[in-house]
T-cell receptor, first 119, second 116 residues
Framework: GAVVSQHPSRVICKSGTSVKIECRSL??????MFWYRQFPKQSLMLMAT?????????EQGVEKDKFLINHASLTLSTLTVTSAHPEDSSFYIC???????????????FGDGTRLSIL | AQKITQTQPGMFVQEKEAVTLDCTYD???????LFWYKQPSSGEMIFLIY??????QNATEGRYSLNFQKARKSANLVISASQLGDSAMYFC?????????????FGKGTHLIIQP
């Protein structure tokens, strides 16, 4: 089955640090990747959609300058949390989708997530 | 209004019993897909089953089946012969194709605990 790798799995860092999270599709080309955020005991909330070679589309209320997304290739998207603060602590999880998935029963494939803790 | 509603925050079920997890949705898009994902305590999202809005038959995948009632806008997940390993959070999600956005909208989830 399709595999999505997310790295790192856990980050603990000081307030003010910028943190980069990578999301890779290992065995398929992902024209679209998604970034979600999940607070403890809550649901996943879509933060942004990134299409290879173009600017990311952010959901309402998500700060573009705080959460920088780059999707430079068909297999890699990165999320950079800039100048992170304790309120940015959360579980961040990416997913990847093949181009034809929208019109078929192919699901989004998720990475294993990154637990970010800002001290 | 919530697009995905899961009304059961938590459920306790005896091992080997069948369990139904409720999901109702709201959309005006005629073309959409419904998904169920399982999230163990370790955090990864495991895809279980998919139902397309134009699918005539209910989806099945091993012990998982989806009771799709389009007129009622419900897509309940049925797990037959539950196992201890089924204990996890379960999320219902929707992808609205017509809107052009592919991101999933998730419900709040149901925490399922299987008891021996």
């Amino acid at each position: 089955g399709a595999v999505v790798s997310q790295h790192p799995s856990r980050v603990i860092c000081k307030s003010g640090t910028s943190v980069k999270i990578e999301c890779r599709s290992l065995d398929f080309q992902a024209t679209t990747m998604f970034w979600y955020r999940q607070f403890p005991k809550q649901s996943l909330m879509l933060m942004a959609t990134s299409n290879e070679g173009s600017k990311a589309t952010y959901e309402q209320g998500v700060e573009k300058d705080k959460f920088l997304i780059n999707h430079a290739s068909l297999t890699l998207s990165t999320l950079t949390v800039t100048s992170a603060h304790p309120e940015d602590s959360s579980f961040y999880i990416c997913s990847a989708q093949k181009w034809e998935a929208r019109y078929s029963n192919q699901p989004q494939h998720f990475g294993d997530g990154t637990r970010l803790s800002i001290l | 209004a919530q697009k995905i509603t899961q009304t059961q925050p938590g459920m306790f079920v005896q091992e080997k019993e069948a369990v139904t997890l409720d999901c109702t949705y709201d959309t005006s898009d005629p073309s959409y897909g419904l998904f169920w994902y399982k999230q163990p305590s370790s955090g990864e999202m495991i895809f279980l089953i998919y139902q397309g809005s134009y699918d005539q038959q209910n989806a099945t995948e091993g012990r998982y089946s989806l009771n799709f009632q389009k007129a009622r806008k419900s897509a309940n997940l049925v797990i037959s012969a539950s196992q201890l390993g089924d204990s996890a959070m379960y999320f219902c999600a929707m992808r609205e194709v017509g809107g052009g956005a592919d991101g999933l909208t998730f419900g709040k989830g149901t925490h399922l605990i299987i008891q021996p």
